[in-house]
């Protein structure tokens, strides 16, 4: 132990910069990507590491002392691993794919609160978005259903509600597809099946050009899409897919997966072949979570070594 000291945030700044360059050590939490970037401007080696990752290390009862002291053992061992520090245009990226996640999660709510409100009056209406769309105007056209005008005020006022959230996530969508646009490595990858505007995207703000992590498989257990082990006595024992890393990105790429499922057993190549046979031997579900890990792996060949994707045509 060479010091201990406690700083405000507001004087961080100051006491980092009469710092000689050193190693720091963070826990990867709101805002750490921004105090990276600024250490790193000052010289210093930032290496952002994963709360669960440093909580073995913390001595005895949590406090701040025991977590700066833990967070210093963890990020002197040799075989951690350590959160890739994101760039401004990441972080940018990353914003642009929150904002209509949201978005898309109050249009469910609405959906759902103008069905439970229109079923209280007896007036049905299927369980989709485009079934709603259809039926509202309709609905609201018909003066024989017995909708009192207060009612049919309050309804109309929730469907221009949900008009405006329609709005906002095909302009978020626009944006989204504009910017997969104008980036080549965004480019090469959207030529992988299963791979749209919304997963390259997704996958440049996540992961950069690829290069933090030593194989596509590496990538692939970060992203949650590997086996989870539960192995002892030297019997391995598998379990279902870990779910570790980024949610969103891994459910885009499942559903990226599920799409290409759809049109594989019309295809020769030879990865559809395979993904067709192992849909027929296993189920749709492992095949999509399957066909996901080798999306990520392929994707890393790409963005690693800025290749194009070539098919593999299937043998007869």
Known sequence: MVM??????????????RLPSCLVGMEACGGSHDWARRLM????????????????YVKSNKSDVADAAAICEAVQRPDMRFVP????????IQSLHRAPSLAVSHRTAQ??????????????VAKSVAALRKAVPDILEDADNDLT????GLLCGLWEEMLRLDERIAAYDREIKHLSEQSEACKRLMTIPGVGPMVSTALLAAVADGKAFRSGRE????????PRQHSTGGKPRLLGISKRGDVYLRKLLIHGARAALRWADRKQARHSRWVSELATRRGQNIAAVALA???VRTA??????DEEYRIATATA
Request: glycine residues 6%; charged residues 25%.
């Open 300 to 305: 890393w060949v790409l963005m690693t070594r």
């Open 219 to 226: 990538m692939a257990a970060w992203l949650g899409l590997v």
């Open 293 to 295: 890990n080798k999306t």
């Open 85 to 92: 520090i994101k760039s401004v245009e990441q972080q940018d």
């Open 41 to 56: 401007a000052m010289g210093h080696d930032v290496h952002l590491i994963t709360p669960q990752f440093v909580k073995p």
């Open 111 to 124: 959906v759902n609160q103008i069905r439970g409100l229109m079923l209280e009056d007896g007036v049905t």
């Open 149 to 152: 005008p207060m009612f049919r």
């Open 4 to 17: 201990r000291k406690k700083q405000s945030r507001s004087k961080v700044v100051e006491f980092m910069v």
